[in-house]
Protein backbone atom coordinates (compact mmCIF):
# COMPACT_ATOMS: atom_id res chain seq x y z
CA UNK A 1 0.00 0.00 0.00
CA UNK A 2 1.40 3.72 -0.43
CA UNK A 3 2.69 5.56 2.22
CA UNK A 4 0.83 8.12 3.17
CA UNK A 5 3.04 10.12 5.58
CA UNK A 6 6.49 11.17 6.05
CA UNK A 7 7.54 13.66 8.13
CA UNK A 8 6.66 16.33 6.55
CA UNK A 9 7.90 15.49 2.79
CA UNK A 10 5.17 15.14 0.61
CA UNK A 11 7.55 14.25 -2.16
CA UNK A 12 7.59 10.61 -0.62
CA UNK A 13 4.14 10.36 -0.12
CA UNK A 14 2.16 8.20 -2.16
CA UNK A 15 2.74 5.99 -4.99
CA UNK A 16 3.12 8.37 -7.90
CA UNK A 17 0.74 11.20 -9.25
CA UNK A 18 -0.18 8.79 -11.77
CA UNK A 19 -1.31 6.31 -9.98
CA UNK A 20 -4.30 6.75 -8.83
CA UNK A 21 -4.17 3.83 -5.82
CA UNK A 22 -1.42 6.53 -4.39
CA UNK A 23 -2.86 8.07 -1.22
CA UNK A 24 -2.85 11.42 -3.50
CA UNK A 25 -6.10 10.51 -4.63
CA UNK A 26 -9.75 9.64 -3.66
CA UNK A 27 -12.05 9.14 -6.63
CA UNK A 28 -15.30 10.70 -6.33
CA UNK A 29 -18.12 8.36 -7.99
CA UNK A 30 -19.82 9.14 -9.69
CA UNK A 31 -17.70 11.78 -11.59
CA UNK A 32 -14.34 9.97 -11.10
CA UNK A 33 -13.10 13.41 -9.48
CA UNK A 34 -9.90 13.64 -7.57
CA UNK A 35 -9.34 15.41 -4.18
CA UNK A 36 -6.65 13.64 -2.32
CA UNK A 37 -5.55 17.25 -1.27
CA UNK A 38 -5.61 16.54 2.77
CA UNK A 39 -2.58 14.32 2.91
CA UNK A 40 0.31 16.97 0.93
CA UNK A 41 -1.41 20.01 2.63
CA UNK A 42 -0.98 18.36 5.98
CA UNK A 43 2.37 17.19 5.52
CA UNK A 44 3.46 21.15 4.70
CA UNK A 45 1.83 22.03 7.88
CA UNK A 46 4.45 19.71 9.77
CA UNK A 47 7.59 21.61 7.57
CA UNK A 48 6.46 24.65 8.81
CA UNK A 49 5.27 23.81 12.70
CA UNK A 50 8.50 21.73 12.43
CA UNK A 51 11.06 23.97 11.84
CA UNK A 52 10.16 26.41 14.91
CA UNK A 53 11.89 26.69 18.36
CA UNK A 54 8.29 27.89 19.91
CA UNK A 55 6.32 25.40 18.09
CA UNK A 56 8.41 22.57 19.39
CA UNK A 57 8.59 24.72 23.12
CA UNK A 58 4.57 24.48 22.95
CA UNK A 59 3.86 20.92 21.44
CA UNK A 60 6.60 19.15 23.39
CA UNK A 61 5.01 20.18 26.76
CA UNK A 62 2.64 17.67 27.40
CA UNK A 63 0.58 15.75 24.37
CA UNK A 64 2.87 16.10 21.08
CA UNK A 65 0.06 13.94 18.85
CA UNK A 66 -3.01 16.13 19.82
CA UNK A 67 -1.29 19.53 19.09
CA UNK A 68 1.32 18.35 16.21
CA UNK A 69 -1.15 16.30 14.55
CA UNK A 70 -4.02 18.77 14.61
CA UNK A 71 -2.42 22.19 14.11
CA UNK A 72 -0.32 20.74 10.54
CA UNK A 73 -4.23 19.54 9.39
CA UNK A 74 -4.92 23.21 10.72
CA UNK A 75 -2.40 24.58 8.63
CA UNK A 76 -3.23 22.97 5.16
CA UNK A 77 -6.94 23.52 5.68
CA UNK A 78 -6.31 27.30 5.91
CA UNK A 79 -4.09 27.52 2.59
CA UNK A 80 -7.07 25.51 1.25
CA UNK A 81 -9.42 28.46 2.34
CA UNK A 82 -6.81 30.73 0.66
CA UNK A 83 -6.57 28.92 -2.17
CA UNK A 84 -10.60 29.82 -2.75
CA UNK A 85 -9.97 32.94 -2.16
CA UNK A 86 -7.89 33.25 -5.01
CA UNK A 87 -9.71 30.95 -7.25
CA UNK A 88 -10.31 33.57 -10.13
CA UNK A 89 -6.57 34.51 -10.00
CA UNK A 90 -5.40 30.72 -9.94
CA UNK A 91 -8.18 30.06 -13.34
CA UNK A 92 -9.49 27.14 -11.09
CA UNK A 93 -12.71 25.56 -12.79
CA UNK A 94 -15.70 24.74 -11.50
CA UNK A 95 -15.24 21.56 -10.99
CA UNK A 96 -12.27 22.08 -8.57
CA UNK A 97 -13.83 24.71 -6.58
CA UNK A 98 -16.74 22.01 -6.07
CA UNK A 99 -14.13 19.09 -5.09
CA UNK A 100 -12.60 21.34 -2.49
CA UNK A 101 -15.24 23.18 -1.01
CA UNK A 102 -16.46 19.57 -0.56
CA UNK A 103 -13.64 18.03 0.79
CA UNK A 104 -12.32 17.62 4.37
CA UNK A 105 -9.84 19.81 4.08
CA UNK A 106 -11.56 22.77 3.57
CA UNK A 107 -13.60 22.45 7.20
CA UNK A 108 -16.91 21.86 4.79
CA UNK A 109 -17.44 17.78 5.22
CA UNK A 110 -20.38 16.69 6.72
CA UNK A 111 -18.22 16.10 10.54
CA UNK A 112 -16.98 19.13 10.53
CA UNK A 113 -17.64 19.69 14.40
CA UNK A 114 -19.01 16.50 15.35
CA UNK A 115 -15.61 15.56 17.00
CA UNK A 116 -15.81 18.23 19.61
CA UNK A 117 -19.48 17.95 20.21
CA UNK A 118 -19.18 14.05 21.47
CA UNK A 119 -16.03 15.20 23.19
CA UNK A 120 -17.80 17.51 24.93
CA UNK A 121 -21.12 14.82 25.31
CA UNK A 122 -19.18 12.67 27.10
CA UNK A 123 -18.05 14.71 29.21
CA UNK A 124 -15.07 17.33 28.21
CA UNK A 125 -12.64 15.45 29.40
CA UNK A 126 -9.47 16.57 28.79
CA UNK A 127 -7.78 13.18 28.74
CA UNK A 128 -9.96 11.99 25.68
CA UNK A 129 -8.52 15.88 23.33
CA UNK A 130 -7.26 13.90 20.09
CA UNK A 131 -6.01 15.49 16.72
CA UNK A 132 -9.96 16.05 15.65
CA UNK A 133 -11.16 17.86 19.17
CA UNK A 134 -7.89 20.46 18.08
CA UNK A 135 -9.23 20.56 15.03
CA UNK A 136 -12.96 20.88 15.66
CA UNK A 137 -12.12 23.76 18.16
CA UNK A 138 -10.11 25.78 15.85
CA UNK A 139 -13.04 25.17 13.05
CA UNK A 140 -15.63 26.72 15.40
CA UNK A 141 -12.98 29.49 16.18
CA UNK A 142 -13.10 30.39 12.49
CA UNK A 143 -16.60 30.19 11.96
CA UNK A 144 -16.57 33.10 15.03
CA UNK A 145 -13.92 35.27 14.58
CA UNK A 146 -12.95 34.65 11.18
CA UNK A 147 -9.87 32.59 8.94
CA UNK A 148 -8.01 35.75 10.19
CA UNK A 149 -7.48 34.33 13.72
CA UNK A 150 -5.42 31.90 12.54
CA UNK A 151 -3.06 33.31 10.92
CA UNK A 152 -2.82 35.43 13.99
CA UNK A 153 -2.49 32.18 16.09
CA UNK A 154 0.43 30.98 13.56
CA UNK A 155 1.99 34.71 13.97
CA UNK A 156 3.68 32.97 17.34
CA UNK A 157 5.28 30.63 16.10
CA UNK A 158 6.84 32.55 13.00
CA UNK A 159 10.60 32.71 11.92
CA UNK A 160 11.28 35.92 13.63
CA UNK A 161 10.32 34.64 16.74
CA UNK A 162 13.10 31.56 16.64
CA UNK A 163 13.60 32.22 20.25
CA UNK A 164 12.10 29.92 23.26
CA UNK A 165 9.61 31.39 24.89
CA UNK A 166 10.12 33.71 28.21
CA UNK A 167 8.03 31.25 29.81
CA UNK A 168 7.97 27.29 30.83
CA UNK A 169 5.84 24.92 28.97
CA UNK A 170 6.60 21.86 30.68
CA UNK A 171 3.28 20.23 31.58
CA UNK A 172 0.10 19.03 30.08
CA UNK A 173 -1.62 21.92 31.92
CA UNK A 174 1.07 25.15 30.86
CA UNK A 175 0.62 23.83 27.11
CA UNK A 176 -3.60 24.02 27.69
CA UNK A 177 -3.12 27.20 29.15
CA UNK A 178 -0.71 28.38 26.26
CA UNK A 179 -2.67 27.06 23.12
CA UNK A 180 -6.29 29.01 25.05
CA UNK A 181 -4.42 32.25 25.68
CA UNK A 182 -2.83 32.15 22.46
CA UNK A 183 -6.33 31.98 20.78
CA UNK A 184 -7.46 34.44 23.37
CA UNK A 185 -4.69 36.78 21.59
CA UNK A 186 -5.47 36.25 17.83
CA UNK A 187 -9.52 36.40 18.71
CA UNK A 188 -8.92 39.45 20.66
CA UNK A 189 -11.52 37.87 23.13
CA UNK A 190 -10.73 36.29 26.63
CA UNK A 191 -11.61 32.52 26.07
CA UNK A 192 -9.85 31.19 28.52
CA UNK A 193 -13.06 30.67 30.85
CA UNK A 194 -14.74 28.60 28.06
CA UNK A 195 -11.72 26.35 27.47
CA UNK A 196 -11.81 25.69 31.31
CA UNK A 197 -15.63 25.38 31.38
CA UNK A 198 -16.79 24.28 28.95
CA UNK A 199 -14.24 22.10 26.83
CA UNK A 200 -12.33 20.63 29.95
CA UNK A 201 -8.77 21.73 29.65
CA UNK A 202 -6.88 22.27 32.38
CA UNK A 203 -5.58 25.78 33.02
CA UNK A 204 -2.76 26.52 35.18
CA UNK A 205 -3.55 29.83 36.97
CA UNK A 206 -0.08 30.66 37.83
CA UNK A 207 0.76 30.47 34.37
CA UNK A 208 -1.69 32.49 33.38
CA UNK A 209 0.35 35.59 35.14
CA UNK A 210 3.34 35.02 33.03
CA UNK A 211 2.51 33.77 29.62
Known sequence: PPICGASGNPILLGSGLSDLSSCFFEVLEPDQMVHGFGIPFHELG????????????????????????????????????AILRASDEL??????IDVLQHSWLCWRHSGAGEWLADYVSYG?????????????IL??????????????FYSALLPRLQGPFPFPVQ???EQATFFALALSEAAGVDLVARFRDYWGF?????????M
Do not use: K
Open 91 to 96: SLTPEI
Open 202 to 210: PIDVEALTV
Open 46 to 81: HNFTGTHLRFADFADGGDQIDYNEGLATALGMFACE
Open 139 to 152: WVLVQEHGWGILYR
Open 171 to 173: TTA
Open 124 to 136: ANYENVDPNVVND
